[in-house]
């Protein structure tokens, strides 16, 4: 079921009340309305932005507005909701069951060996986008949809293809069938080979204001105090507010993250490295459990670096020492989904936080975004 929220009243976009829409990305949907209504849609679409940020339902409602009974009436009404939200089509996409909405990820979806390689294995817990799904992906497109105008491919995380594997999409993007739109869905876009960014129309899924988050948080029916401390907490993506908001023991795990995370920073060398070698055990573990942790550094050192702003004039070497802070922790999410060992990558991401005796806090000061 696809994430609900409130838009505003003005937008011509807003659906009907019988189907939920994003938080927030009112200038994305319009943008994809007049991509679905135009007289050829692209082929291939790349939505590029942080996780939780919403990526992933921009894509099927693209895949909605393709396809949705009301295009027509879109078409000749600006007025006119698009995607309706309530013909077959529509809900198909919303339950996750429409024939033509194709997914490619991780583990072993659409997978075809090659003709008469009866041995090959299985590989459900791949963490990498393979070639034998991508020949499955060919094979799939190469067909007349079952029912809708379009079929959408739906490549999530794009940035895990594998090297055979891009290469080998390359080529249906360079042809691509007309009866298909192919959209990837990435974190890290500047891990996916140049040559197929190229072919993609980039829409860049940015932050969204956190009055936004708690506004629609409280329109799906959440107490305005707990949204309000969801909303400062998601730091701009809504799918983190969600979840903050159904469950508000996460709120409370994150702070004790923030505490953690300021006396990681006050300690020496060897704390660092015995941090370091934590963190690379959750992730050979599984790497849910790192995900909030960089979460957590990254709001530290905006926290720090927002305060030490205010206070230039003491120090004016902090703010930049804060600053370099935040891009190590960018650098190692971008180490992580590349070939760098996990550990190594801790390691150099800690070294490069600078030393801070602090005040353990849980409080975090309202973000810029927001």
């Known amino acids: 079921m696809l994430v609900g929220a409130c838009l505003p009243d003005s937008l011509p976009l807003v659906p009907t009340s019988s189907m939920p829409a994003l938080i927030g990305h009112a200038d994305i949907l319009r943008e994809l309305r007049a991509l679905a209504l135009s007289e050829e849609p692209p082929h291939a679409l790349l939505f590029a932005g942080p996780d939780g940020t919403g990526r992933r339902l921009l894509a099927l409602e693209y895949a909605k507005m393709l396809n949705c009974a009301g295009t027509d009436a879109a078409r000749s009404a600006p007025s006119a909701a698009l995607p309706c939200g309530v013909c077959r089509s529509c809900r198909l996409v919303d339950d996750g069951a429409h024939p033509d909405v194709l997914t490619l990820a991780p583990g072993d979806s659409l997978c075809k060996p090659r003709a008469g390689d009866s041995s090959h294995p299985r590989h459900p817990d791949s963490r990498d986008i393979r070639i034998c799904q991508v020949r499955g992906l060919i094979d799939a497109v190469a067909r007349y949809p079952f029912e809708a105008r379009y079929r959408l491919v739906l490549v999530d995380p794009a940035h895990r293809l594998a090297r055979d594997a891009s290469n080998s999409l390359l080529k249906t993007l360079e042809e691509p069938p007309g009866h298909t739109a192919i959209t990837l869905v990435s974190s890290a876009p500047e891990s996916i080979l140049e040559t197929i960014l190229s072919r993609c129309r980039r829409i860049d899924v940015r932050l969204v204001p956190r009055a936004e988050i708690e506004a629609g948080l409280v329109a799906r029916g959440f107490e305005p105090t707990l949204a309000a401390r969801a909303a400062e907490a998601a730091r701009g993506r809504p799918g983190i507010g969600l979840d903050f908001a159904a469950d508000p023991d996460l709120i409370g795990a994150r702070g004790r993250l923030l505490e953690r995370c300021a006396r990681v920073a006050g300690e020496r060398t060897r704390e660092r490295f015995e941090y370091a070698a ?27 670096l927002r305060q030490s702003s205010l206070h230039q004039q003491d120090d004016p070497e902090v703010p930049r020492q804060n600053l370099e802070a935040l891009k190590a922790v960018e650098q190692c999410r971008v180490d992580l989904l590349t070939n760098v060992v996990p550990r190594t990558a801790f390691e150099l991401m800690l070294l490069s936080f600078p030393r801070r005796t602090l005040d353990v806090t849980t409080e975090e000061e309202p973000a810029a975004y927001a």
């Open 278 to 304: 934590d963190l690379a055990e959750k992730w050979r573990r599984d790497r849910n459990q790192v995900a909030p942790e960089m979460d957590a550094w990254e709001s530290f050192w905006e926290r720090e």
